[in-house]
């Protein structure tokens, strides 16, 4: 319930010199929800990197991240009367629509540049012009699944395919 959730965060930025730096952060969280069937987990990774050489000819950067959530699904009460009337003390007694169905989500990031600096002395001093040419490499996916093991077809009123797993990715 509130106030029973566990959170964890945390960040480490270093120099590794006057040229290099990188970044790593986690955020990580979970808890067992009001109600029955709304745990959760969540998690977050980060990274990041910088290096540019002596002579100002090259800079290269890197950002990476991952994050996922897992969760129960209940589908709601079963009876909102119950909710209004309050008769129970522990909310966890309170039937639900759904008792075995979960979710899940999670994406990923990864960008990478590069910087091959022709004029100028830095791609990053807005005072002086110069030339530069940056090649750059961007990926990323996302995916859903949502599953029950125990269909009660009322709540799902229109099966297209599958009726015990869904899953989504881009």
Same mark, same amino acid.
């Given at each position: 319930? =509130?106030?029973?959730?566990?959170? /964890?965060?945390?960040?480490?930025?270093? =120099?590794?010199?006057?040229?290099?730096?990188?970044?790593?952060?986690?955020?990580?969280?979970?808890?067992?929800?009001?109600?029955?069937?709304?745990?959760?987990?969540?998690?977050?990774?980060?990274?990041?990197? /910088?290096?540019?050489?002596?002579?100002?000819?090259?800079?290269?950067?890197? !950002?990476?991240?991952? !994050?996922?959530?897992?969760?129960?699904?209940?589908?709601?009460?079963?009876?909102?009367?119950?909710?209004?009337?309050?008769? /129970?003390?522990?909310?966890?007694?309170?039937?639900?629509?759904?008792?075995?169905? =979960?979710?899940?989500?999670?994406?990923?990031?990864?960008?990478?540049?590069?910087?091959?600096?022709?004029?100028?002395?830095?791609?990053?001093?807005?005072?002086?012009?110069?030339?530069?040419?940056?090649?750059?490499?961007?990926?990323?996916?996302? /995916?859903?699944?949502?599953?029950?093991?125990?269909?009660?077809?009322?709540?799902?009123?229109?099966?297209?395919?599958?009726?015990?797993?869904?899953?989504?990715?881009?």
């Amino acid at each position: 319930g =509130s106030g029973n959730e566990q959170y /964890f965060s945390g960040m480490h930025s270093q =120099s590794i010199s006057e040229r290099t730096n990188f970044t790593v952060t986690v955020a990580r969280s979970n808890g067992e929800g009001l109600y029955l069937r709304q745990a959760f987990f969540s998690e977050n990774y980060s990274l990041s990197f /910088f290096h540019r050489p002596k002579k100002n000819r090259y800079a290269i950067t890197l !950002q990476a991240q991952y !994050q996922s959530l897992k969760k129960d699904e209940n589908g709601g009460l079963e009876d909102n009367t119950l909710f209004s009337e309050n008769i /129970f003390t522990n909310r966890k007694l309170i039937p639900v629509n759904i008792d075995n169905a =979960s979710s899940k989500v999670r994406s990923r990031f990864l960008r990478i540049d590069q910087y091959f600096i022709f004029s100028g002395d830095s791609v990053w001093n807005t005072k002086r012009k110069g030339s530069f040419l940056r090649v750059g490499l961007v990926a990323r996916d996302h /995916f859903r699944a949502y599953s029950d093991d125990a269909v009660n077809f009322a709540n799902y009123p229109a099966i297209f395919m599958d009726s015990t797993v869904t899953n989504d990715s881009v």
